[in-house]
Nanobody, 124 residues
Framework: QRQLVESGGGLVQAGGSLRLSCAASGRTFSSYNMGWFRQAPGKEREFVAAISRGGSNTYYADSVKGRFTISRDNAKNTVYLQMNTLKPEDTAVYYC?????????????????WGQGTQVTVSS
């Protein structure tokens, strides 16, 4: 069973930055596409960013494009989400997820393993 553990969430003022990390167990991390999703209270889980197995292809939701950067270090079994210029509407629980689908997906149903989530709160 693959385990994903997020860290790096917290409380930040609008305009600030946070860096989320997601550490994965196991020796096959590089065989998974990885994604970040978020869920705000009363809302559905939504796609934030995704990265291909080797890290050469990245995808972003329009709402975070230009502000967030996803990256991965396969030697460390870790995926990151650098979040800059944070806005109050970015407040949510952020989840990382792993997918063995053939192509990088934005649909959460295409992801096979999920972390427990880390809270990000952006104050105005």
């Amino acid at each position: 069973q693959r385990q994903l553990v997020e860290s790096g969430g917290g409380l930040v003022q609008a305009g600030g930055s946070l860096r989320l990390s997601c550490a994965a167990s196991g020796r096959t991390f590089s065989s998974y596409n990885m994604g970040w999703f978020r869920q705000a209270p009363g809302k559905e889980r939504e796609f934030v960013a995704a990265i291909s197995r080797g890290g050469s292809n990245t995808y972003y939701a329009d709402s975070v494009k230009g502000r967030f950067t996803i990256s991965r270090d396969n030697a460390k079994n870790t995926v990151y989400l650098q979040m800059n210029t944070l806005k109050p509407e970015d407040t949510a629980v952020y989840y990382c997820a792993a997918s063995f689908a053939a192509v990088v997906a934005v649909n959460p149903r295409e992801y096979n393993y999920w972390g427990q989530g880390t809270q990000v709160t952006v104050s105005s």
